[in-house]
């Protein structure tokens, strides 16, 4: 029977070695994927230079004034043009106008006021109290010259009449690009599984014969 012959080519194929390689190679796969991850994830944290230590402020600044919340921790780094800041594990096209440098301290750290999506440079201040002892305080820079939305108005506008044909077709080039490139690797996947796992072409050859011998059972005559 042709069913019969189809389990027996099954039984002549090392499975175990062909699962064996798949798991080999997946493995390394996993590896290198893990490796090239830790790589990333130093460097993008190690390209946020700039440590900024900050406060949010709640309320609407008017009558019972301003609330106070926790401290909290954010870094960032320039961008390209090094006009504006980058926040870490912000990956939107948000952008921050810069602290000027005189309110940059020791190893890159910053203070300010988070003031709804703005920041406001902050000042660290050391005096004497009436006893002759420091005090430090931390305190919004006053008359802080707000020109950042003006500043990114015109800059959308420049970058919306500079559209080319990469700038509103690259979403597409990257999706068809990694398509390839997940191709590419699941061919290469198929050649070394096939090549190391032990398969024989005979044994090949023959699986294909049964299977294609199922559809060439001759019919059982009526009445026979």
Known sequence: MAAGNVLSALG??????????????????????????????????????????????????????????????????????????KKMWDFSKKEYEPFPDKFVYQANTVYAFKLGERFIPASLTVTKNEAGALEAS???????????????????????????????NKI????????????????????????YSGLKAADTSRLIDAIRGIGNIPAIPAGG
């Open 138 to 168: 931390v305190d919004p820079v006053p008359n802080y010259l707000r020109n950042w939305d003006a500043i990114e108005a015109r800059r959308d506008t420049e970058e919306f009449t500079k559209q080319d044909f990469w700038s509103q």
């Open 172 to 195: 597409w080039f990257i999706t068809i690009g990694t398509v390839a490139l997940c191709c590419i690797l699941v061919g290469v996947t198929v050649y070394f599984t096939y090549k």
């Open 12 to 85: 002549d194929i090392n499975f175990a070695g062909y699962l064996s390689s798949i798991m080999k190679w997946a493995g390394y796969g996993i590896a290198i994927i893990a490796i090239i991850a830790v790589l990333f994830f130093i460097y993008y944290n190690f390209s946020f230079k700039v440590k900024m230590v900050y406060w949010e402020l709640y309320g609407s600044g008017s009558g019972d004034g301003l609330a106070v919340g926790k401290r909290k921790t954010a870094r960032f780094k320039l961008n390209k043009t090094k006009t504006a800041w």
